[in-house]
T-cell receptor
C-alpha cells in the first residue's frame, strides 16, 4: 500500500529535550516536505527536499532541522523544542515533476506538545 | 505577500444540494491549483487539481478556474454528510511553492 508513515503519532515532551519525528514514504517520490498546522493559521511549510541531499527552507524553518540521506526518509529534528513548537506536524511527498509538486500525499500527522 | 483566501465558514448545506466553495489568490503567476479535503483530526487528502481555465469534473466534484479573476472554486453536487470536512485551497506560485488557504469548514445537514 502506497503510504507516508510518520512516527511518533503523538508525543509530549519538555522544553529543550531533543526529538526527531521520522517520515518515510514507499512511493519512490523525489519531493518531500514538512508542514505544521495550527488553528487559524493553516498549513505552513517548514522545510522541503527536491531530492536526496537537497533541502530548502520553507516559510517557518526556525528551530527545525532536516536531512535527506535516503530517498525514502525525511526526518524532522527539533534540537531544543520550545512551547511555541506545540503543533500538528505533517510530512508529505510527491513525484516531484515540475508543476506537479502540488499533488501531495500526506502522512497521518504527528501531534507534538512541548511543556 | 502571496496569499490564498478562503471564507473560513462554516458553510452549511442541506444534504443533496450543491456545495460551492470559493478561493481567491493574489499571485498572477500562479498556474496550478489544488483542492484538499481534511476531516477533523486527519491529514489533508487531494481531491482535485486544475491547471487550465475552465471546468474540470471528477464524479460529484467540479473545479472551476478563472485566471483573469484569480478565482478558483469547488462544487460538490448531491452533497452527502460524509462530505462534511474542511476544504483547503492551494495555489502553486511561479517558484513552484504552494501557497495555502486557511480552509473552509463545510457542514452537510441531513
Amino acid at each position: 500500500e502506497a503510504q507516508v508513515t510518520q512516527n511518533p503519532r503523538y508525543l509530549i515532551t519538555v522544553t529543550g529535550k531533543k526529538l526527531t519525528v521520522t517520515c518515510s514514504q514507499n512511493m519512490n517520490h523525489e519531493y518531500m516536505s514538512w508542514y505544521r498546522q495550527d488553528p487559524g493559521l493553516g498549513l505552513r511549510q517548514i522545510y522541503y527536499s527536491m531530492n536526496v541531499e537537497v533541502t530548502d527552507k520553507g516559510d517557518v524553518p526556525e528551530g527545525y532541522k532536516v536531512s535527506r540521506k535516503e530517498k525514502r526518509n525525511f526526518p524532522l529534528i527539533l534540537e531544543s523544542p520550545s512551547p511555541n513548537q506545540t503543533s500538528l506536524y505533517f510530512c508529505a511527498s510527491t513525484e516531484g515533476r515540475r508543476g506537479r509538486t502540488g499533488e501531495l500525499f500526506f502522512g497521518e500527522g504527528s501531534r507534538l506538545t512541548v511543556l | 505577500q502571496k496569499e490564498v483566501e478562503q471564507n473560513s465558514g462554516p458553510l452549511s448545506v442541506p444534504e443533496g444540494a450543491i456545495a460551492s466553495l470559493n478561493c481567491t489568490y493574489s499571485d498572477r503567476g500562479s498556474q496550478s491549483f489544488f483542492w484538499y479535503r481534511q476531516y477533523s483530526g486527519k491529514s489533508p487528502e487531494l481531491i482535485m487539481s486544475i491547471y487550465s481555465n475552465g471546468d474540470k469534473e471528477d464524479g460529484r466534484f467540479t473545479a472551476q478556474l478563472n485566471k483573469a479573476s484569480q478565482y478558483v472554486s469547488l462544487l460538490i453536487r448531491d452533497s452527502q454528510p460524509s462530505d462534511s470536512a474542511t476544504y483547503l485551497c492551494a495555489a502553486m506560485d511561479s517558484n513552484y511553492q504552494l501557497i495555502w488557504g486557511a480552509g473552509t469548514k463545510l457542514i452537510i445537514k441531513p
